[in-house]
C-alpha cells in the first residue's frame, strides 16, 4: 500500500518558519490539505513532491525519500498552483511532452486518454496562451495524470473553474481515490474539501490544527465560540435578558449594538428570537462576527 510519511517535518525560510514539527501519515484515497492562505500548505506539498528539502525532519513517498529521487515521478503527479506550462503550445503538445518525459511507449495515445478524462478535447489543438484559467488548470492535470502515477498532488486545484468543471474534477479524483490511489489537495474553502476528501488535515500557522474526517472536523467548527453583533429596538435590555441564558457567555452593550459571545451556535440563533419576543422586542439585526477562515482555524489551533 502507498503511502506518505511526514516525521517532524519543519521548513523554515530565513527566520521565517513556513512549517511546524508536522507528523503525520497519509494513505489512499483523498485526502485534503485546508487552511488558509500563508498556512504552509504549499510548502508542505512542494516537500513531498520533493522540491524542497525539509529544514528538520523526514519525508518518505512509497518508503523512499522525496529528495533528489526523480525516479519518484514514475509514481507521482505534481499540479503546482502556479501555471507551469509552455503557453505557446497546444494542450496536446504539452500533454504529449509530459508522456515522453515519462518514456511511455505510445505518448500520443497515452496524452489522449488524458485529455479526454478532462474533458479538454474540443481544446487540444488550441494554443495553451488561448486557454482561460480553468482550462489551463484541467490541462495540467491532464499533464500530471498522464503517466497514470499512484500519487497525485495537487495545489488549490480548483482555481478558475467553473461549477461544472469543479464538480467533474471533484468526481474524477474521487473516482481516482477510489481506485486505491493517494490523492492529496490543498485548498482554502472548507466546501471543497468537505465535498471530495476523507481525510481532512487542516494547517495553520504552519502547523497541524486538527486530522480526522470532515464530520468530526466539521463538528469542531460548528460547535466553537461564536461572536454576534445583535441590534434591537432595545439593546439595553436585551443584553440583560441574555446574560444568564445557558448558550450565552458574554455580552457588551457598544454603540454599534450588543456584541454576545455565545457557545453555542444553534442554541443561542434559535433562543434570541424567543427572548426578544417575550420582552416585546424587535430585532433588526442578528450577524455573526467572527466568521472569517482565520478565526475559525485559530479556533481550531487552540483546541
Do not use: T
Given at each position: 500500500m502507498t503511502t506518505i510519511e511526514l516525521r517532524g517535518v519543519s521548513h523554515w525560510y530565513g527566520n521565517v518558519v513556513a512549517v511546524n514539527d508536522i507528523s503525520l501519515t497519509i494513505g489512499p484515497g483523498v485526502t485534503g490539505l485546508l487552511g488558509p492562505n500563508g498556512a504552509g500548505k504549499t510548502t508542505i506539498l512542494h516537500m513531498i513532491a520533493g522540491f524542497l528539502l525539509p529544514s528538520r525532519g523526514e519525508i518518505t513517498v512509497?518508503?523512499?525519500?522525496?529528495?533528489?529521487?526523480p525516479d519518484m515521478f514514475r509514481q507521482v503527479g505534481v499540479v503546482p498552483e502556479r501555471d507551469s506550462v509552455y503557453a505557446f503550445l497546444t494542450g496536446a503538445e504539452f500533454v504529449t511532452a509530459t508522456?515522453?518525459?515519462h518514456g511511455l511507449p505510445n505518448p500520443a495515445a497515452a496524452a489522449r486518454r488524458a485529455i479526454s478524462l478532462l474533458e479538454m478535447g474540443d481544446a487540444e489543438d488550441r494554443k495553451i496562451s488561448t486557454y482561460s484559467k480553468g482550462m489551463r488548470q484541467r490541462i495540467k492535470v491532464a499533464a500530471a495524470l498522464v503517466h497514470d502515477p499512484e500519487v497525485v498532488l495537487l495545489d488549490e486545484p480548483f482555481n478558475g473553474m467553473d461549477p461544472r468543471q469543479r464538480l467533474h474534477m471533484m468526481d474524477l479524483l474521487h473516482a481516482h481515490g477510489e481506485q486505491g490511489r493517494v490523492i492529496v489537495f490543498s485548498s482554502h474553502?472548507?466546501?471543497?474539501?468537505?465535498?471530495?476528501?476523507?481525510?481532512?488535515?487542516?494547517?495553520v500557522g504552519g502547523r497541524l490544527a486538527a486530522s480526522g474526517d470532515f464530520r468530526a472536523i466539521r463538528?469542531?467548527?460548528t460547535n466553537r465560540p461564536h461572536v454576534f453583533l445583535v441590534r434591537s429596538s432595545d439593546d439595553r435590555t436585551l443584553g440583560a435578558a441574555l446574560i444568564g441564558r445557558p448558550a450565552v457567555s458574554a455580552v457588551e452593550l457598544t454603540a454599534h449594538g450588543l456584541q454576545v459571545r455565545a457557545s453555542d451556535y444553534g442554541t443561542f440563533t434559535r433562543e434570541i428570537a424567543g427572548v426578544s419576543r417575550d420582552h416585546g422586542i424587535r430585532l433588526t439585526q442578528v450577524q455573526p462576527s467572527d466568521e472569517s477562515l482565520e478565526s475559525v482555524f485559530t479556533y481550531l489551533l487552540a483546541s
Open positions: 512509497a518508503g523512499r525519500s522525496s529528495w533528489r529521487n508522456a515522453k518525459l474553502i472548507l466546501e471543497e474539501v468537505e465535498r471530495l476528501s476523507g481525510i481532512i488535515q487542516v494547517i463538528r469542531l467548527m
